[in-house]
Structures are given as structure tokens and as C-alpha cells.
T-cell receptor, first 111, second 110 residues
């Protein structure tokens, strides 16, 4: 069974530039999560989707972050414009029941 | 605000030692507690605990939950260098949101 796929694995951009991350969840998993993980910290939830509906986006900084999951499968997380403090690993996870399976993450560096 | 606290933050032991990692929590509408192992990339699932006092075991790893005292422990016996990783504890609440602790960084010295 293929796991959660994320791309790119690494991204380096200059501040004020836009950036987008892509996630393909495990087939059949209706719930998709985007997390942010800073160095030395646990993952923090940004947004959770049930199919194509964002059911929890309370932690998403909506002034610069946006996400979509148009057909209830793949998802894209965008930052525009990126700031230095956005440097982190962005993890995508999917679940069918309670167990969440994580992708390898995208490590973003903002210069 | 939901809170998950792990201790110690880091631990260095010799191969063959036994370690105990701690996780305490304060959340509203507890559903389950999960342990993950994170090496250089994605967290990988270890255990999910929902009931007090029932030990879950997988090889040299075991975990137990105390819902009265609001904590869980993860034990690793006969540690190996491949056990070196960050161990994350997370608590799932009623709306399925996971709150993670900061993790315990375990280093096994050969």
C-alpha cells in the first residue's frame, strides 16, 4: 500500500515569495491533515479536511496561508507571501479511523 | 487549551539499557493517546491507547495508559542503536484533533 506522498521534499525560497506544497493521501482515507513542525517541537495542526470540507482551520494563519482539497483527494497548502518564521517542516497526514499516517514532509527554508 | 507534556526532553543511554518515556496530558474530551517514533522524516505510528491499565506490546516496546492520573509511559527494553529517534506522544480529542507533545529525543550509544 502506498503511503502519504508529499512534494516537494525540500524548498528554499526568499522571503515574500509564494510557495505551495502538495499532498496525496492514502487511497480511501477521507480525512487529511496539514501540520507544521518546528525544530524540536511536535507537529501542530494547521487544517483538517473531511473529504473536501475544511472542518478545522482554526490554527491556520489565514492572512498568508491557504489550503484546498477540491475533489476530496489531493490537497495543496500555499503560503503567500512567505516570511522568515515560516521555515519549518510541513507534514501531511491522512486517516480512515483514529490512526493518522504521515507523509515525509516538506522542509521549507525561507531566506 | 489542550496540553501534552513529555519528559524527559532528551535521554542518552547505552545499548542494552531499558528506558521509560513519560507523557502527561490535560485535554477536554479525551478519545485516545498515541505514540509515534520520528527519525529523520515522518512520524511512524507505534501505539494507540484508549483504556486504562491495558498494556500494549510490540516486540521490545510497550505502553500503558492511566486515565485517572492522565499519563502514559512508553517502555523500551534492551535498547538498540536503531531505537535512536524522537518519540512523540499525541492525544486525540472528541473532534479527532491531535495535540502533540514536544517529544523525547532518545539517543542510544553503542
Amino acid at each position: 500500500e502506498a503511503g502519504v506522498v508529499q512534494s516537494p521534499r525540500y524548498k528554499i525560497i526568499e522571503k515574500k515569495q509564494p510557495v505551495a506544497f502538495w499532498c496525496n493521501p492514502i487511497s480511501g482515507h477521507n480525512t487529511l491533515y496539514w501540520y507544521l513542525q518546528n525544530l524540536g517541537q511536535g507537529p501542530e495542526l494547521l487544517i483538517r479536511y473531511e473529504n473536501e470540507e475544511a472542518v478545522d482551520d482554526s490554527q491556520l494563519p489565514k492572512d498568508r496561508f491557504s489550503a484546498e482539497r477540491l475533489k476530496g483527494v489531493d490537497s495543496t497548502l500555499k503560503i503567500q507571501p512567505a516570511e522568515l518564521g515560516d521555515s519549518a517542516v510541513y507534514l501531511c497526514a491522512s486517516s480512515h479511523t483514529n490512526e493518522q499516517f504521515f507523509g515525509p514532509g516538506t522542509r521549507l527554508t525561507v531566506l | 487549551e489542550d496540553k501534552v507534556v513529555q519528559s524527559p526532553l532528551s535521554l542518552v543511554v547505552h545499548e542494552g539499557d531499558t528506558v521509560t518515556l513519560n507523557c502527561s496530558y490535560e485535554v477536554t474530551n479525551f478519545r485516545s493517546l498515541l505514540w509515534y517514533k520520528q527519525e529523520k522524516k515522518a512520524p511512524t505510528f507505534l501505539f494507540m491507547l484508549t483504556s486504562s491499565g491495558i498494556e500494549k506490546k510490540s516486540g521490545r516496546l510497550s505502553s500503558i495508559l492511566d486515565k485517572k492520573e492522565l499519563f502514559s509511559i512508553l517502555n523500551i527494553t534492551a535498547t538498540q542503536t536503531g531505537d535512536s529517534a524522537v518519540y512523540l506522544c499525541a492525544v486525540a480529542v472528541g473532534n479527532e484533533k491531535l495535540t502533540f507533545g514536544t517529544g523525547t529525543r532518545l539517543t542510544i550509544i553503542p
